[in-house]
């Protein structure tokens, strides 16, 4: 089964892992402007601190988004669950809210003085503090889980339903199977979502920043924009990529080698729905709470801005929505093309230099969006000024910041195709091109979508990449939010925001409902 | 006379056209700010702008990036430190006389590299409801009072508080700065974002009191009406009064360096200035345009006696904020 890759699959591959790696050669190039000062400043006990906040916070945030995913995913694609598409649409949403509007939202809800402090406190209960530790797990949470959720849920369509039947007809009772069957089946889509999500927390600036709690990232972001000292930065950015190595190496150490796709003989076929009787009211309630914190309370707090503001003139929306879901769409079609070859040879031809590629692709998504953007002007000034400035640039910029999304679904649904079905079609005479087409590519589809939605969601939010290397006057919905949160005009940001919303999650439906016969219907 | 007319519609678009020329702008103030501003420049002089809009010291640390190359022509920033950063590197060229004239020698660069087009004055808004305007010290320096405890809000990371604590080295030494600092973290101020994460703080009531920039308040209002919220100047000369600025800069390679003289000459005018004081609640710094009613005259502000191009001695203050555990 480990044939030799085809050249071209090689090349590809190489070139998407040399892509990625490029913000981290970057901060060699940067950090290499030496004093032995900033080396010392580095070895500093606040340093060893940070690293433990940090990974304390990614830790916790990602045992938080997995097990409020786990049910989630589980009941939108296993079970009759009533609106089941709707629900998965919406409970994706939350990864659209950038997470500096997420932090403003908190603290507008559960701050002191906030929406929600007098009615808690005519219940005579106390209003929760979301400073420091527990507002940042919180707003991380809600808008990281949905990682979790796309990857487990192409996960389970993608399991063999003959699994389960097999442990339910040796005896196990249905809650035990689940466990003992479909749970550890899901490891590689568990694996993939812990890396996005700890990887992201590791990155983020937003929430962190305004719900006061000190990481890593946030201690790169102080050396931007107070001192202007782009040395000791990219030092602090080369910390976070031994931390990204690290974390990428337990996890290849953690996941083992094994297979996961069907290998007796027949095909597979969709598994009949879990009917859920009496738990169907519950389960509402699950998706329902999850969705009312992810979309409702932000979507509530955007319309009490906007109604306070409704007298100023409001700018025009419809141009940056436009650019939006165009440099969106773009960036989520080069991401999942990109991913392609690094999933293909990592888990058709497993090997050490194969597996590194894969991993390569993870080279600067710990690393905060700043850093990434500025390796990119950096890389489009020096080696590509045709691109520089174009749109090109930017979905190049989407391409880098994200192909860790569509890597990590992509991988998890291909370990779970098994490899014998694309060689028997090409056994029964179909050339490689009609075996892509009629094989490989259906099945894979779930996965592929899946990581298209994250890339165009995560793509619609993002900020300094979009201000640094857009093409001059290319708004987004995004950048008009934060233009006006930034004057602290709130009631300027709350239409933008909105429909950088709706219009996400139209975006979502969207590819949901492409989903195919693969859900139970 | 359909024609006639399209014809000459053609020939005045095509003159503008050959005509006009385009400056490249990077801009670290905000669109809804100096967006008009652009708009009127072009409306007067032909000459088109084009703007990457950004947060000032990333668009510093972009241009620092694209070097040489940079497609810029003009560096609009919010604070002297970015344009600092920008001459230090020797990416700036020299601005004319005439422009520099117009502008308090305080205000600019001493070598003429860049120019203060606007200025921000360092206050202690607070909220009414919970202080009374006679309780509030006269100096900065009084806020380590233990009555202050748990009761302030700051911006550490905020390119404006480090501009402050960077006055307050050089105007009373490394170790009364560190002294205040050290008293300032006893009274566990609550940390924020930025100067607005601020104002919106006081205004929920979570803080009696904040170290911001003068024109957040009024922005907020003009956002959310009446406010139970004031600024309160210190006195004159303190280090908490210090007055930075908003300034333009003209990148050294531009090949439209005439044009970007234009551009700077004109954020110097009336015109421009004006719009600065009643649109944005900024001072104005060329003499004889009026103040903003709600402000106290610039004048007896009173900013302490300092080259704000000592201001770009960031590293130092970012260390002494490191080495006493505030970031």
Request: charged fraction near 15%; include cysteine; hydrophobic fraction near 50%.
């Amino acid at each position: 089964m480990t044939r030799r890759a085809p050249w071209w699959l090689w090349v590809a591959g190489v070139a998407m892992a040399a892509l990625a790696l490029l913000p981290a050669v970057y901060l060699v190039v940067r950090a290499s402007d030496a004093d032995a000062d900033t080396w010392r400043l580095l070895l500093r006990d606040r340093t060893w601190g940070l690293l433990w906040r940090t990974l304390g916070l990614a830790g916790a945030v990602t045992a938080c988004a997995a097990a409020v995913s786990l049910p989630l995913a589980w009941l939108t694609s296993r079970t009759d669950l009533p609106g089941r598409r709707a629900w998965v649409v919406l409970l994706c949403v939350p990864l659209a809210l950038p997470t500096f509007v997420s932090g403003y939202v908190l603290l507008a809800a559960f701050g002191t003085g906030g929406a929600l402090e007098e009615p808690l406190s005519r219940w005579g209960l106390p209003v929760p503090s979301v400073y420091g530790f527990p507002g940042a797990l919180l707003a991380l949470t809600v808008s990281t889980y949905p990682y979790f959720l796309l990857a487990l849920r192409a996960g389970l369509q993608a399991q063999d339903p003959a699994w389960l039947e097999g442990a339910r007809s040796l005896g196990l009772t249905p809650a035990r199977a689940f466990w003992r069957v479909t749970v550890p089946l899901l490891r590689p889509a568990f694996a993939s979502g812990a890396l996005l999500v700890g990887l992201y927390v590791l990155s983020d600036f937003g929430a962190v920043a305004l719900l006061q709690y000190d990481t890593f990232s946030r201690a790169i972001y102080v050396q931007y924009e107070g001192a202007y000292d782009r040395t000791y930065a990219a030092r602090l950015g080369l910390a976070l990529v031994v931390v990204t190595v690290a974390v990428l190496v337990l996890e290849v150490r953690l996941r083992g080698r094994a297979g996961y796709h069907r290998s007796a003989k027949g095909a597979s076929r969709a598994a009949s729905p879990v009917r859920l009787g009496r738990w169907r009211v519950p389960a509402l309630l699950l998706c329902g709470a999850v969705v009312a914190l992810g979309v409702g309370l932000p979507v509530g707090v955007l319309v009490f801005w906007g109604v306070r503001g409704l007298s100023g003139a409001e700018a025009p929306v419809l141009g940056p929505a436009l650019n939006s879901v165009f440099a969106s769409a773009l960036g989520a079609v080069a991401a999942v093309l990109g991913a392609l070859p690094l999933a293909f040879l990592a888990v058709r031809h497993p090997g050490r230099l194969t597996v590194a590629l894969e991993r390569a692709a993870y080279g600067g998504y710990a690393l905060p969006p700043i850093v990434l953007a500025l390796s990119l002007v950096f890389l489009g000034v020096q080696a590509l000024p045709f691109l520089y400035g174009t749109l090109a640039m930017l979905v190049l910029a989407y391409l880098v910041r994200f192909l860790p999304q569509a890597v990590g679904v992509t991988r998890s649904s291909l370990l779970q195709l098994n490899p014998h079905l694309p060689e028997a079609a090409a056994s029964l005479g179909q050339p490689p091109s009609g075996v892509l087409r009629r094989v490989t590519a259906p099945l894979l589809r779930p996965g592929l979508l899946a990581g298209a939605a994250l890339v165009f969601l995560t793509a619609m939010k993002e900020l300094p990449a979009t201000l640094l290397l857009a093409p001059i006057g290319f708004e987004t919905l995004a950048t008009r939010v934060w233009s006006a949160t930034a004057e602290g005009r709130f009631a300027e940001a709350a239409l933008p925001a909105l429909v950088l919303l709706a219009v996400s999650t139209l975006g979502v439906g969207l590819l949901v409902s492409q989903e195919g016969g693969s859900t139970p219907s | 006379m359909t024609r006639l007319l399209s014809i000459c519609l053609f020939l005045s678009l095509s003159s503008t056209a050959l005509a006009a020329e385009t400056l490249t702008v990077y801009s670290g103030r905000n669109e809804k700010l100096v967006g008009p501003l652009f708009k009127k420049f072009t409306e007067k002089t032909g000459i088109e702008v084009k703007v990457r809009y950004g947060e000032t010291p990333q668009l510093a640390a972009t241009l620092l990036e694209e070097g040489a190359k940079t497609p810029a022509d003009v560096f609009f920033a919010q604070d002297a430190g970015g344009l600092g950063a920008l001459a230090n590197a020797g990416r700036l060229q020299p601005l004319p006389k005439e422009v520099l004239g117009k502008v308090d020698a305080r205000f600019r660069s001493p070598q003429g590299l860049w120019v203060g087009t606007s200025g921000r004055a360092r206050t202690v808004a607070y909220n009414t409801k919970k202080v009374k305007a006679e309780e509030l010290p006269k100096s900065i320096l009084g806020f380590t009072d233990a009555k202050w405890k748990g009761r302030l809000g700051w911006a550490p990371t905020n390119a404006s508080f480090q501009a402050f604590v960077t006055t307050l080295r050089l105007l009373k030494g490394e170790e009364a700065a560190t002294q205040w600092l050290k008293g300032m973290q006893a009274n566990s101020p609550r940390v924020y974002k930025n100067n607005a994460a601020i104002i919106e703080a006081l205004v929920r009531g979570e803080i009696d009191a904040g170290f911001v920039n003068h024109y957040y308040l009024y922005a907020a209002k003009k956002d959310k009406g009446e406010l139970p919220v004031a600024n309160h100047f210190v006195a004159a000369g303190d280090p908490g009064a210090l007055v930075n600025v908003a300034g333009v800069s003209i990148l050294k390679e531009t090949k439209k360096a005439d044009a970007a003289r234009k551009l700077a000459t004109y954020l110097l005018e009336t015109d421009a200035q004006t719009y600065f004081s009643t649109e944005t609640y900024e001072y104005p710094l060329v003499s004889g345009v009026k103040t903003a009613a709600a402000l106290p005259e610039l004048s007896k502000v009173g900013s302490p006696d300092l080259d704000l191009s000592k201001l770009d001695d960031l590293r130092g203050t970012v260390k002494l904020l490191q080495d006493t555990g505030v970031l």
